[in-house]
């Protein structure tokens, strides 16, 4: 895909490690975001600036997007003004937003129609996977486009698996979150408790990071934790965003999940307590 023009939308803080891979390549980058200002760096690295979605969609052959919210999604690509409308026949699109199945199936249908392609393909990794490289990716949609575009996903991506139909890469993203949703209470309540205890929070890492306790989340955000760093890897409210989607699923799936329940509630605690816009890791002030 030496020739293809590619464009990404949505240059916050997993996007930007994105695109600073996706740079390294041949191909010519085109991005958009609302707050221009956030782009700059990556403007002064080669990427190529475009005013709108719109002209994102005149110019690229594909599109990345990474937006907010299923809304900010629904209206990136069915909008007057959104890429669908204003692309030609042919386009991918790539939506690494975590959104709702329903939503990621609508889109691969509406596309569908006009001779266009939409895979789902939500990501997992946090800033650092973004950074280095290493994010899973979890794509539903058409296969035969999935391997199409799949050597754009090893420039930033490990752990890369087709999970089936429109809506999959959404349902298996939604069984990572569940994870570490409670995952993050376990991490939380064993600092708190070996704080407690007179511990060496340090020690105790190198101590549980390794054996069967042993988590992503363990080893890259408790420290975090320790420190008292709550910089967003991935913020709060995004984080309450995917969960809320996951508890809508479970229901209409006649699930019961409490772990899940009690994390969202959690987490919508410290939302109201100031933390939306902090990293997932500030689930520690619940206990503080």
């Not at 041949?26 to 690295?45: G, M």
């Not at 393909?121 to 799949?150: C, H, R, Y």
């Not at 699923?249 to 919508?268: C, F, H, I, T, V």
Request: proline share 3%.
């Amino acid at each position: 895909m030496e020739q293809t023009k590619i464009g990404f939308i949505g240059t916050g803080v997993m996007g930007r490690g994105i695109i600073n891979h996706l740079l390294m390549l041949p191909n010519e980058i085109h991005i958009y975001n609302r707050t221009k200002k956030k782009a700059a760096s990556l403007v002064d690295k080669g990427a190529i600036w475009q005013d709108s979605p719109a002209q994102i969609a005149r110019n690229c052959e594909v599109i990345f997007t990474m937006v907010g919210f299923p809304q900010d999604v629904e209206e990136l690509y069915m909008g007057e003004e959104g890429l669908i409308k204003n692309a030609d026949a042919g386009t991918i699109f790539i939506d690494l937003t975590t959104s709702t199945p329903s939503l990621a199936t609508r889109l691969a249908n509406f596309a569908q129609e006009r001779s266009m392609a939409v895979l789902d393909a939500p990501v997992s990794g946090g800033d650092v996977g973004a950074k280095n490289g290493t994010l899973s990716i979890m794509a539903g949609g058409s296969e035969e486009i999935f391997n199409k575009i799949l050597p754009l996903f090893k420039t930033f991506g490990e752990n890369i698996v087709f999970h089936g139909p429109a809506g999959s890469g959404q349902h298996a993203k939604m069984s990572n979150q569940i994870v570490i949703a409670s995952t993050m209470i376990g991490v939380c309540e064993s600092l708190t408790y070996a704080k407690k205890a007179g511990l060496d929070l340090n020690l105790v890492l190198k101590s549980i990071s390794t054996g069967a306790a042993g988590s992503w989340s363990l080893s890259n955000l408790a420290p975090r934790m320790i420190k008292d760093d709550l910089a967003p890897g991935f913020y709060v409210k995004h984080f309450i965003k995917d969960l809320s989607i996951a508890l809508e699923e479970a229901q209409r799936m006649n699930l019961d999940l409490p772990g899940l329940q009690l994390a969202k509630s959690l987490y919508q605690e410290i939302a109201k307590a100031g933390h939306d816009e902090d990293g997932t890791q500030a689930l520690i002030a619940y206990y503080e």
